[in-house]
């Protein structure tokens, strides 16, 4: 991981994340995950700032095993509010740290002194960008 240390994440994030509104609903979400091949979506405020993240996890668990259903639920129901996120200039050995630390596959990415979000870093981004 010695290689990692001088990576930053700003260099392997994928800027411009996709996002959607607490208020749009789980259906609209798998078919955006499905299209854009992608395993989560950040959960944005009018204001631009970030409130949650949903990943595939989360809806099979707080959904479909729920018995809740897809096209009635919100985004903002069943999001992991608050989420921790990662600095564009951390580095990757410490964006994988945390992500190992908490067990997920993504990161948002947000600038710490604008507190905007500016990207996601995902575990295939990193792979990716060594191999």
């Known amino acids: 991981m010695e290689a990692l240390g001088s990576l930053r994440v700003?260099?392997?994030m994928t800027p411009e994340p996709v996002s959607?509104?607490?208020?749009a609903?789980?259906?609209?979400?798998?078919?955006v995950m499905a299209e854009r091949n992608i395993g989560s979506v950040l959960v944005v405020?009018?204001?631009?700032?970030?409130?949650g993240i949903v990943s595939e996890r989360d809806i099979i668990r707080r959904v479909l095993a729920a018995g809740r259903r897809p096209e009635e639920t919100t985004l903002e129901e069943i999001m992991t509010r608050d989420p921790v996120t990662v600095d564009p200039e951390a580095t990757v050995?410490?964006?994988l740290r945390a992500m190992a630390r908490i067990r997920v596959r993504h990161l948002p990415v947000v600038d710490k002194s604008t507190g905007r979000?500016?990207?996601v870093v995902?575990?295939?981004d990193v792979e990716e960008a060594i191999l």
């Open 45 to 51: 405020g009018e204001d631009g700032r970030l409130l």
């Open 117 to 119: 979000l500016v990207g």
């Open 25 to 31: 609903t789980v259906a609209e979400a798998v078919r």
């Open 93 to 95: 050995e410490e964006a």
């Open 122 to 124: 995902s575990i295939r």
């Open 10 to 12: 700003r260099d392997v």
């Open 20 to 23: 959607l509104p607490p208020s």
